[in-house]
Protein backbone atom coordinates (compact mmCIF):
# COMPACT_ATOMS: atom_id res chain seq x y z
CA UNK A 1 0.00 0.00 0.00
CA UNK A 2 3.08 2.37 0.74
CA UNK A 3 4.77 1.39 -2.48
CA UNK A 4 1.25 2.64 -4.23
CA UNK A 5 1.19 5.71 -2.30
CA UNK A 6 4.52 6.93 -2.73
CA UNK A 7 4.13 6.33 -6.44
CA UNK A 8 0.83 8.51 -5.98
CA UNK A 9 3.06 10.94 -4.32
CA UNK A 10 6.08 11.36 -6.86
CA UNK A 11 3.12 11.37 -9.60
CA UNK A 12 2.05 14.22 -8.27
CA UNK A 13 5.10 16.11 -8.01
CA UNK A 14 5.83 15.70 -11.21
CA UNK A 15 2.50 16.63 -12.27
CA UNK A 16 2.78 19.98 -10.22
CA UNK A 17 6.12 20.32 -12.03
CA UNK A 18 4.82 20.36 -15.24
CA UNK A 19 1.90 22.75 -14.52
CA UNK A 20 4.64 25.29 -13.01
CA UNK A 21 6.47 24.34 -16.66
CA UNK A 22 3.64 25.03 -18.59
CA UNK A 23 2.48 28.37 -16.20
CA UNK A 24 4.15 31.79 -18.25
CA UNK A 25 4.26 35.17 -17.23
CA UNK A 26 3.25 37.68 -19.67
CA UNK A 27 6.35 39.92 -19.67
CA UNK A 28 6.27 43.46 -21.09
CA UNK A 29 9.20 45.78 -22.01
CA UNK A 30 9.76 48.88 -24.67
CA UNK A 31 13.02 49.39 -26.80
CA UNK A 32 14.16 53.11 -27.07
CA UNK A 33 17.21 54.79 -28.26
CA UNK A 34 19.69 57.07 -26.65
CA UNK A 35 17.31 59.96 -27.26
CA UNK A 36 14.21 58.03 -25.74
CA UNK A 37 12.52 57.52 -28.89
CA UNK A 38 11.16 53.63 -30.22
CA UNK A 39 13.79 51.25 -31.42
CA UNK A 40 11.44 49.48 -34.00
CA UNK A 41 12.16 45.89 -35.26
CA UNK A 42 14.84 44.86 -32.18
CA UNK A 43 15.39 41.34 -31.31
CA UNK A 44 14.79 40.10 -27.84
CA UNK A 45 16.03 37.21 -26.57
CA UNK A 46 15.34 35.58 -23.32
CA UNK A 47 17.51 32.33 -22.46
CA UNK A 48 16.80 30.30 -19.54
CA UNK A 49 20.35 29.62 -17.93
CA UNK A 50 19.51 27.10 -15.73
CA UNK A 51 17.37 24.81 -18.15
CA UNK A 52 18.63 25.87 -21.47
CA UNK A 53 15.65 27.30 -23.12
CA UNK A 54 15.49 30.10 -25.16
CA UNK A 55 12.55 32.70 -25.83
CA UNK A 56 12.37 35.28 -28.19
CA UNK A 57 10.29 38.56 -29.77
CA UNK A 58 10.63 41.55 -31.77
CA UNK A 59 9.66 45.21 -30.71
CA UNK A 60 6.75 46.90 -32.89
CA UNK A 61 6.41 50.61 -34.09
CA UNK A 62 6.36 52.06 -31.00
CA UNK A 63 9.32 50.13 -29.75
CA UNK A 64 7.24 47.72 -27.32
CA UNK A 65 7.49 43.79 -27.48
CA UNK A 66 5.39 40.80 -25.13
CA UNK A 67 6.70 37.81 -24.32
CA UNK A 68 5.66 34.85 -22.76
CA UNK A 69 8.08 32.93 -20.38
CA UNK A 70 8.47 30.65 -17.39
CA UNK A 71 8.99 31.62 -13.92
CA UNK A 72 13.27 31.83 -13.59
CA UNK A 73 16.50 33.85 -14.07
CA UNK A 74 17.18 34.66 -17.88
CA UNK A 75 19.99 36.01 -19.56
CA UNK A 76 17.75 39.39 -21.64
CA UNK A 77 19.59 40.05 -25.07
CA UNK A 78 18.66 43.00 -27.16
CA UNK A 79 19.99 43.57 -30.71
CA UNK A 80 19.43 45.06 -33.68
CA UNK A 81 21.62 46.52 -37.23
CA UNK A 82 23.19 49.77 -36.05
CA UNK A 83 22.58 50.06 -32.03
CA UNK A 84 25.29 48.60 -29.65
CA UNK A 85 23.75 45.58 -28.16
CA UNK A 86 22.49 45.58 -24.96
CA UNK A 87 22.52 42.27 -22.01
CA UNK A 88 20.84 41.79 -18.77
CA UNK A 89 20.34 39.48 -15.74
CA UNK A 90 16.69 39.63 -15.53
CA UNK A 91 14.77 37.13 -12.48
CA UNK A 92 10.61 36.57 -14.09
CA UNK A 93 8.22 35.02 -11.22
CA UNK A 94 4.91 34.05 -11.95
CA UNK A 95 2.47 36.86 -12.88
CA UNK A 96 -0.14 37.25 -15.33
CA UNK A 97 1.53 40.75 -15.72
CA UNK A 98 5.27 41.72 -15.88
CA UNK A 99 6.68 45.41 -16.45
CA UNK A 100 10.27 45.15 -17.74
CA UNK A 101 12.11 48.60 -17.99
CA UNK A 102 13.00 50.49 -20.71
CA UNK A 103 16.08 48.72 -22.35
CA UNK A 104 18.57 51.35 -24.17
CA UNK A 105 20.47 50.85 -27.36
CA UNK A 106 22.67 53.53 -28.57
CA UNK A 107 22.82 53.69 -32.45
CA UNK A 108 26.42 53.26 -34.20
CA UNK A 109 26.17 56.71 -34.97
CA UNK A 110 25.86 58.25 -31.46
CA UNK A 111 28.80 56.27 -30.45
CA UNK A 112 31.03 57.48 -32.93
CA UNK A 113 30.15 60.94 -33.14
CA UNK A 114 30.70 60.65 -29.41
CA UNK A 115 34.32 59.23 -29.80
CA UNK A 116 35.08 61.16 -33.01
CA UNK A 117 37.93 63.37 -31.22
CA UNK A 118 39.78 59.99 -30.38
CA UNK A 119 39.06 58.40 -33.52
CA UNK A 120 40.37 61.71 -35.29
CA UNK A 121 43.44 61.12 -32.85
CA UNK A 122 44.29 57.54 -34.03
CA UNK A 123 44.19 58.85 -37.80
CA UNK A 124 46.59 61.60 -37.10
CA UNK A 125 48.61 59.22 -35.01
CA UNK A 126 48.50 56.73 -38.42
CA UNK A 127 49.19 59.57 -40.42
CA UNK A 128 52.41 60.55 -38.81
CA UNK A 129 53.67 56.33 -38.51
CA UNK A 130 53.17 56.66 -42.14
CA UNK A 131 54.61 59.64 -42.75
CA UNK A 132 57.76 58.85 -41.23
CA UNK A 133 57.57 55.45 -43.68
CA UNK A 134 56.32 53.06 -40.91
CA UNK A 135 53.52 51.83 -42.90
CA UNK A 136 52.61 48.34 -41.26
CA UNK A 137 52.64 50.19 -37.72
CA UNK A 138 50.04 52.76 -39.19
CA UNK A 139 48.25 50.05 -40.79
CA UNK A 140 47.74 47.95 -37.45
CA UNK A 141 46.50 51.91 -35.71
CA UNK A 142 43.46 51.53 -39.00
CA UNK A 143 43.13 47.70 -38.10
CA UNK A 144 42.66 48.48 -34.20
CA UNK A 145 40.09 50.91 -34.92
CA UNK A 146 38.38 48.63 -37.24
CA UNK A 147 37.79 46.20 -34.48
CA UNK A 148 36.54 48.86 -32.15
CA UNK A 149 34.17 50.18 -35.22
CA UNK A 150 34.22 47.87 -38.17
CA UNK A 151 31.71 49.96 -40.13
CA UNK A 152 33.62 53.30 -41.04
CA UNK A 153 34.21 53.60 -44.70
CA UNK A 154 37.25 56.14 -44.10
CA UNK A 155 39.35 53.36 -42.04
CA UNK A 156 38.78 50.84 -44.87
CA UNK A 157 39.51 53.53 -47.05
CA UNK A 158 42.81 54.66 -45.49
CA UNK A 159 43.76 50.99 -44.92
CA UNK A 160 43.58 50.38 -48.28
CA UNK A 161 45.58 53.14 -49.06
CA UNK A 162 48.94 52.19 -47.04
CA UNK A 163 48.17 48.54 -48.72
CA UNK A 164 48.40 50.09 -51.88
CA UNK A 165 51.93 51.59 -50.55
CA UNK A 166 52.87 48.16 -50.08
CA UNK A 167 52.20 47.07 -52.99
CA UNK A 168 50.39 44.51 -51.02
CA UNK A 169 47.34 44.45 -53.68
CA UNK A 170 44.90 41.49 -52.37
CA UNK A 171 44.64 43.71 -48.90
CA UNK A 172 44.32 46.63 -50.68
CA UNK A 173 41.39 45.48 -52.89
CA UNK A 174 39.94 44.20 -49.90
CA UNK A 175 39.93 47.19 -47.81
CA UNK A 176 38.95 49.15 -50.79
CA UNK A 177 36.67 46.99 -51.77
CA UNK A 178 34.70 47.37 -47.70
CA UNK A 179 34.79 51.05 -48.20
CA UNK A 180 33.06 51.30 -51.59
CA UNK A 181 30.40 48.75 -50.06
CA UNK A 182 29.67 50.86 -46.80
CA UNK A 183 29.72 54.15 -48.63
CA UNK A 184 29.25 53.91 -52.38
CA UNK A 185 29.77 57.51 -52.91
CA UNK A 186 32.73 57.98 -51.78
CA UNK A 187 34.78 58.37 -55.09
CA UNK A 188 38.33 58.72 -54.04
CA UNK A 189 37.90 54.78 -52.42
CA UNK A 190 35.97 53.47 -55.79
CA UNK A 191 38.98 55.35 -57.53
CA UNK A 192 41.84 53.89 -55.96
CA UNK A 193 40.05 50.68 -55.98
CA UNK A 194 40.19 50.76 -59.83
CA UNK A 195 43.86 51.60 -59.56
CA UNK A 196 44.91 48.19 -57.27
CA UNK A 197 42.71 46.12 -59.98
CA UNK A 198 44.90 47.84 -62.81
CA UNK A 199 48.16 47.16 -60.34
CA UNK A 200 47.19 43.41 -60.12
CA UNK A 201 46.67 42.61 -63.61
CA UNK A 202 42.90 42.84 -63.71
CA UNK A 203 42.52 45.87 -65.70
CA UNK A 204 38.96 44.84 -67.04
CA UNK A 205 37.79 44.87 -63.27
CA UNK A 206 39.70 48.30 -63.26
CA UNK A 207 38.17 49.28 -66.11
CA UNK A 208 34.27 48.66 -65.18
CA UNK A 209 35.34 50.19 -61.60
CA UNK A 210 35.97 53.17 -62.98
CA UNK A 211 33.03 53.27 -65.40
CA UNK A 212 30.63 52.62 -62.55
CA UNK A 213 32.36 55.21 -60.33
CA UNK A 214 31.80 57.71 -62.98
CA UNK A 215 28.88 57.14 -63.61
CA UNK A 216 27.68 57.39 -59.67
CA UNK A 217 29.61 60.19 -59.23
CA UNK A 218 29.02 62.36 -61.98
CA UNK A 219 29.16 65.88 -60.95
CA UNK A 220 32.78 65.21 -58.95
CA UNK A 221 35.13 66.54 -60.97
CA UNK A 222 37.96 64.44 -59.43
CA UNK A 223 36.65 60.99 -60.37
CA UNK A 224 35.48 62.18 -63.43
CA UNK A 225 39.43 63.66 -64.42
CA UNK A 226 40.87 60.31 -62.54
CA UNK A 227 38.42 58.22 -65.13
CA UNK A 228 39.47 60.57 -68.04
CA UNK A 229 43.23 60.02 -67.69
CA UNK A 230 42.72 56.39 -67.05
CA UNK A 231 41.45 56.00 -70.82
CA UNK A 232 44.13 58.40 -71.81
CA UNK A 233 47.15 56.94 -70.56
CA UNK A 234 45.98 53.55 -72.32
CA UNK A 235 45.44 55.56 -75.43
CA UNK A 236 41.85 54.84 -75.73
CA UNK A 237 40.91 58.61 -76.33
CA UNK A 238 37.68 57.94 -77.50
CA UNK A 239 36.49 56.01 -74.22
CA UNK A 240 38.43 59.32 -72.85
CA UNK A 241 36.18 61.84 -73.98
CA UNK A 242 32.52 61.46 -72.28
CA UNK A 243 34.46 61.71 -69.40
CA UNK A 244 36.50 65.04 -70.09
CA UNK A 245 33.05 66.45 -71.32
CA UNK A 246 31.71 65.79 -67.74
CA UNK A 247 34.86 66.98 -66.19
CA UNK A 248 34.43 70.30 -68.30
CA UNK A 249 30.68 70.37 -67.73
CA UNK A 250 31.49 70.48 -63.85
CA UNK A 251 34.43 72.70 -63.80
CA UNK A 252 34.19 75.23 -66.88
CA UNK A 253 37.09 77.30 -65.90
CA UNK A 254 39.54 74.45 -65.42
CA UNK A 255 42.05 74.95 -67.73
CA UNK A 256 43.34 71.36 -67.74
CA UNK A 257 40.14 69.76 -68.90
CA UNK A 258 40.18 72.34 -71.64
CA UNK A 259 43.90 71.62 -73.07
CA UNK A 260 42.57 67.98 -72.44
CA UNK A 261 39.97 68.26 -75.12
CA UNK A 262 41.67 70.50 -77.73
CA UNK A 263 44.87 67.40 -77.63
CA UNK A 264 42.45 64.85 -78.39
CA UNK A 265 40.26 67.03 -80.88
CA UNK A 266 43.75 67.64 -82.59
CA UNK A 267 44.64 63.88 -82.58
CA UNK A 268 41.10 63.15 -84.11
CA UNK A 269 42.31 65.82 -86.99
CA UNK A 270 39.29 67.91 -86.08
CA UNK A 271 41.06 71.28 -86.28
CA UNK A 272 37.84 73.47 -85.98
CA UNK A 273 37.01 71.94 -82.55
CA UNK A 274 40.48 72.13 -80.89
CA UNK A 275 41.34 75.75 -81.82
CA UNK A 276 38.39 77.12 -79.67
CA UNK A 277 39.43 74.49 -77.11
CA UNK A 278 43.40 75.73 -77.11
CA UNK A 279 41.82 79.44 -76.74
CA UNK A 280 39.83 79.00 -73.48
CA UNK A 281 42.56 77.10 -72.65
CA UNK A 282 45.27 79.92 -73.00
CA UNK A 283 42.15 82.50 -71.36
CA UNK A 284 42.20 80.06 -68.39
CA UNK A 285 45.61 78.92 -68.04
CA UNK A 286 48.42 81.17 -65.80
CA UNK A 287 51.49 82.43 -66.71
CA UNK A 288 53.34 79.44 -65.63
CA UNK A 289 51.10 76.56 -67.04
CA UNK A 290 53.61 74.32 -67.91
CA UNK A 291 50.71 73.12 -70.84
CA UNK A 292 51.09 76.75 -72.17
CA UNK A 293 54.27 76.75 -74.31
CA UNK A 294 53.04 73.64 -76.38
CA UNK A 295 49.62 75.38 -76.98
CA UNK A 296 50.80 78.92 -77.65
CA UNK A 297 53.33 76.65 -80.24
CA UNK A 298 50.06 74.83 -82.11
CA UNK A 299 47.62 77.10 -81.81
CA UNK A 300 49.53 79.25 -85.28
CA UNK A 301 49.67 75.65 -87.05
CA UNK A 302 45.79 74.74 -86.42
CA UNK A 303 44.59 78.31 -87.59
CA UNK A 304 47.02 78.10 -90.70
CA UNK A 305 45.55 74.61 -91.89
CA UNK A 306 42.38 75.39 -91.13
CA UNK A 307 43.12 78.83 -93.35
CA UNK A 308 44.28 76.83 -96.38
CA UNK A 309 41.22 74.53 -95.76
CA UNK A 310 43.05 71.30 -94.32
CA UNK A 311 41.04 69.68 -91.27
CA UNK A 312 44.32 67.41 -90.63
CA UNK A 313 43.14 64.11 -92.24
Not at 29 to 48: K, L, M, R, W, Y
Not at 51 to 80: C, F, H, L, W
Not at 204 to 210: C, M, Y
Request: charged share 25%.
Amino acid sequence: MRHWVAIAVCAGVLAMADVAAAQRSIVRGSVVDETGNPVADASITFHDTANDRTYTSESGKKGDYVIMVPAGRYQVTVEKEGYRGAQLAQQISWSDGVELAAVELVSTKSLIDAEMGAINREFERAGALAGEGKLEEAAVVFQELLTKYPDIAEVHYNLGLLRVRQESWSAAIESLEKAVELQPEHGAAALALAGAYEQSGRGDEAAARIERAAAENQDDPQVQQTAAYFYLNANRNEEALPHLERWRNVQPDSAEVHYLLATVATGQGDFAKAVPLFERFLELASADDQYRAPAEAILPQLKEQLAQGGDGE
